[in-house]
Nanobody, 123 residues
């Protein structure tokens, strides 16, 4: 089993910054893609940013130029640096990891989600 633990959410004024972290632990051989999603009240969960093991990234248009996703493969951790926050960024942020688990003879890739962390941007 694998657990994802998120941290770093909170209340911030417009224009401020926050850094989210998500650490994966448990039965992990390797992690392929990792990503951050968000879900605002009354809306569907949406992709914010994603990063693969080699470091390539992609971002949703609303956050390009303001958010930066990064990862530390040695720590099985993904980060989301959020600058220039806007009220419309208010949401619960979830991390996702595609984890390779198992043995050399029987391995598979499984998707796990964190529990979510609240980000509120308000004056």
């Amino acid at each position: 089993q694998v657990q994802l633990v998120e941290s770093g959410g909170g209340l911030v004024q417009p224009g401020g910054s926050l850094r989210l972290s998500c650490a994966a632990s448990g039965s992990i051989l390797s992690i392929n893609a990792m990503g951050w999603y968000r879900q605002a009240p009354g809306k569907q969960r949406e992709l914010v940013a994603a990063i693969v093991s080699g470091g390539s990234t992609n971002y949703a248009d609303p956050v390009k130029g303001r958010f930066t996703i990064s990862r530390d493969n040695a720590k099985n951790t993904v980060y989301l640096q959020m600058n220039g926050l806007k009220p419309e960024d208010t949401a619960v942020y979830y991390c996702r990891a595609d984890v390779v688990s198992g043995t050399i003879f029987n391995r598979g890739t499984y998707r796990y989600w964190g529990q979510g962390t609240q980000v509120t941007v308000s004056s």
